[in-house]
């Protein structure tokens, strides 16, 4: 159950309608929702355009009436009714009325003596004994709480004692900035008071003008408020809306979604959800903020941590919660827990692909190589899986276990996989699996992927299928005059695999579009240009670009794409191929592997 309180220090807000909208999203949303009006001098909540019972209910103040004369704290059941509407978003909201308003009802409020039922009639506890009854009677997500305005005893209550958050909508002007500035700092006290409470704060400038700044009165205003009343960002801004609607009391959220101001009212309701780490979408938004950097300077690393085990705590059950938090930890190196929740995690989902593959990446750092392929296994398995996990997964095999990469062939994960480079890149590191990358790439094509085609040039070069390289080569560039550096050297690779000696012709072609092409740093470009440099008899030129690119992939220690295998490979392997290129180049019997390879399959 998580307590909200919209306040307003003076009228004028729209208090109670943003209060009623919210109510009505988080409804919306599949959240159940009770609505207490606290505005007891004004009360008007059970007027909002919710269906309600034929007869009235009695409320907050007959509630503490009954308290202070019996002494003994009622049952809220009586004092509370269900929305009785057929709306299926209506279905989960519950309103506790200010009270019954009959004749006498100015009189009971005004009996009540604040001051005496604090001091003399223990009603700290009694307030403390009404939220236990709310969660345990009515078991709402949310309580939304309507404040009086003003400095008042009542404001106090629902601004300090009760909620877990409030709702400070305000128009910018010094009135409210000089009343405000006591409530919120009052609010703030109390996390060093005695029962340190951190109340969250939304600030939400309200009944704004939609009009032309030109002077900066609204922008001036605006600052002022924000340096008095020390708060980073609004939570929400709702401007003035000019409808007969409103008369009426229109819910907007419900009657007028697509309205403006029905999307100010979700702007706000997504800020308080997002703070609430017991709703699944807050807990979710505070991780990912996290994870993708989003959590600023504002929360202390205490809080942090706080918030990070109110979470665990709170979603124990939850994978998608519990997959985020194991990210987290394992970016902060804390494996041994990452791994527990994990564990934990796939106990709930047993075939989720992002835990698989994480638990997988830990069993490998904990040098638990047999349950890491085992995980792995259970991945590729699924026949839905990102794309991006695909290839991280395809890496950990080559790595743990290269032989097992051949299995790979037939697993549903990648047979049922979407085109995407880095995954084919991955699989264009052995030569077992540039079937399978080929059969990849095809779907892309059929689905219009714009660097598929290229990607199908390099498996059909890697795989010895010449003759269908340059078939493909051609459906790129019917006219071959226009052909790119990449397919004039793709070209006359295919057509040095067919014909068994490179062309000094295709080769020049290459040399002549590479004036045009800025790759100083690019190892396998370097490698290319040595090979051309070769092919049409330059040496020394040959042997310089060989050199520039061990150069470059002994500095940049990353996987690259080699001419002489047409294979993704390691630094380690590229530096080896470079050597044999230039045993090549002295007038060693060397040929490229990709033609071994074509060879070794013909015979």
């Known amino acids: 159950m998580y307590i909200v309180t919209f306040y307003s220090f003076k009228g004028g807000t729209g208090r109670t309608m943003a209060l009623v909208n919210t109510a009505v999203e988080l409804a919306k949303r599949g959240h159940r929702v009770l609505m207490v009006d606290f505005d007891l001098e004004a009360p008007g909540l059970d007027t909002i355009k919710l269906a309600r019972p034929r007869t009235q209910t009695p409320g907050v103040v007959d509630f503490i009436s009954r308290y202070c004369q019996t002494a003994t704290v009622p049952d809220v059941a009586q004092y509370v009714y269900k929305s009785p509407g057929e709306s299926p978003e209506l279905s989960n909201i519950w309103i506790m009325p200010a009270g019954l308003q009959d004749d006498n009802y100015d009189d009971r409020f005004k009996q009540i003596d604040w001051q005496a039922l604090y001091k003399d009639k223990d009603g700290f506890l009694m307030f403390e004994d009404l939220k236990a009854q709310w969660e345990n009677s009515i078991d709402p997500d949310y309580v ?245 996990d695909l290839a991280i997964a395809v890496r950990l095999v080559r790595q743990l276990a290269p032989d097992f990469v051949s299995h790979l062939l037939a697993s549903p994960a990648l047979e049922s996989a979407d085109f995407d480079p880095e995954l084919t890149r991955e699989l264009e590191a052995s030569p077992k699996t540039l079937e399978l990358a080929e059969r990849i790439i095809r779907r892309g094509l059929t689905n219009g992927a714009a660097e598929a085609r290229n990607e199908l040039i390099l498996v059909l070069i890697g795989q010895g299928r010449f003759s269908d390289a340059e078939y493909e080569l051609r459906q790129k560039w019917p006219n071959p005059d226009v052909m790119d550096i990449a397919g004039a050297f793709n070209s006359a690779m295919a057509n040095w695999g067919t014909a068994g000696v490179p062309s000094p012709d295709r080769f020049s072609l290459v040399l002549r579009l590479s004036a045009e092409y800025d790759s100083a740093k690019d190892a396998n470009f370097k490698q290319c240009m040595a090979i051309a440099n070769w092919a049409v008899g330059d040496l020394e030129k040959a042997f310089t670009e060989s050199q520039d690119s061990a150069a470059i992939i002994a500095s940049s220690r990353e996987d690259s794409f080699s001419a002489w295998s047409y294979l993704n490979v390691s630094p380690e392997v590229f530096l080896k191929e470079l050597g044999e290129m230039e045993q090549m180049f002295r007038g060693q019997r060397q040929t490229p592997e990709f033609i071994v390879r074509a060879k070794s399959v013909l015979f």
Not at 201 to 226: C, G, K, S, W, Y
Request: glycine fraction near 6%; aromatic fraction near 6%.
């Open 144 to 388: 939304l709480i309507d404040s009086c305005t003003g400095h008042t005893d009542i404001g106090g209550i629902c601004t300090r004692q009760l909620p877990d958050a409030v709702v400070v909508l305000f128009f910018p002007n010094e009135q409210n900035r000089r009343g405000l500035e006591v409530i919120v700092d009052q609010i703030r006290d109390e996390s060093v008071g005695p029962h340190g409470r951190v109340i969250e704060l939304h600030f939400v400038v309200a009944n704004v003008p939609d009009l032309d700044d030109e002077d900066e009165i609204l922008a001036t205003n605006m600052q002022r408020m924000q340096q008095s009343l020390k708060y980073s960002e609004l939570s929400a801004v709702i401007h003035h809306y000019n409808s007969m609607a409103l008369l009426d009391q229109a819910i907007f959220t419900l009657e007028r979604p697509r309205s403006a101001l029905a999307g100010e009212y979700r702007e706000l309701t997504s800020a308080i959800v997002r703070k609430n780490l017991e709703d699944e979408d807050g807990a979710i938004d505070f991780l990912e903020s996290a994870l993708d950097g989003r959590r600023g300077r504002s929360i202390s690393s205490a809080d942090f941590e706080s918030g990070l085990k109110d979470v665990k705590t709170k979603h124990s059950a939850n994978p998608e919660i519990l997959r985020r938090l194991a990210k987290i930890r394992k970016q902060q190196r804390k494996h041994e827990e990452a791994f527990a929740l994990l564990n934990q995690g796939l106990a709930h989902a047993p075939q989720d692909p992002d835990m698989l593959l994480s638990r997988a990446e830990l069993n490998a750092q904990r040098g638990e190589t047999d349950l890491a392929l085992l995980d792995l296994w259970e991945f590729f398995k699924l026949t839905s899986v990102p794309s991006f």
